[in-house]
């Protein structure tokens, strides 16, 4: 019996690289894109290259954007002096969809790891210590997973930003130990913003 061939196998196998998606998904996936060619697989790949093609990296927060800075960034409003920090996009995203945040953002691109020899140079720190000397932020709120890496992560911020007198405090209850931003429902990320505690 002979299955996928050619560029069909080479998409199944692209497909089962994603978050969530095993071999067994990808071929799923793959068949009802393959029988919706017309309506929804031929605008998905035309979405894709676009996207692909006109995506970056905000040069301030780091958040995906279709310019040099993000439409947060660049939001007048978004000025409050609070900067939140996370993780990575899909946590920015998460605290958005919450509504409860309407400050900035600042996004590490990860978490430090020994194991991954993964330093503050590896990350964001750097650019987010230059943030506070040069813009008007009264208030760093670091919204890390609640992890070992996350953990030692915000205590490594924390020291860097000593200096700069900046307040320096993180999310409160609502984050169980061991959880992720992007996994929590919008109620909690509230309630753990709104009882964030000094750091």
Not at 149 to 178: E, K, M, N, R, Y
Request: aromatic fraction near 4%; glycine fraction near 10%; hydrophobic fraction near 45%.
């Amino acid at each position: 019996m002979a299955g996928p061939s050619g560029d069909v196998e080479t998409l199944i196998s692209l497909m089962a690289r994603l978050p969530g998606l095993g071999p067994r998904s990808a071929r799923r996936a793959v068949l009802h894109l393959l029988k919706k060619r017309t309506l929804l697989m031929a605008p998905l790949a035309e979405v894709m290259a676009r996207t692909a093609a006109t995506t970056r990296d905000c040069t301030i927060c780091g958040n995906f954007s279709s310019g040099d800075i993000c439409a947060i960034c660049a939001d007048p409003r978004r000025a409050t002096g609070e900067l939140c920090v996370v993780e990575d996009v899909s946590d920015l995203w998460a605290m958005e969809g919450a509504g409860a945040f309407k400050g900035r953002y600042h996004v590490l691109g990860g978490t430090l790891s020994a194991l991954d020899a993964i330093g503050p140079e590896e990350l964001r720190i750097p650019d987010l210590v230059a943030r506070i000397g040069t813009e008007a932020v009264s208030e760093v709120i670091l919204a890390l997973a609640a992890t070992v890496d996350g953990q030692t992560t915000a205590h490594v911020i924390a020291d860097a930003l000593a200096p700069s007198g900046v307040q320096v405090s993180s999310l409160a209850q609502g984050v169980p130990v061991g959880g992720e931003l992007d996994y929590l429902d919008e109620g909690t990320i509230t309630a753990a913003l709104r009882a964030r505690r000094r750091f």
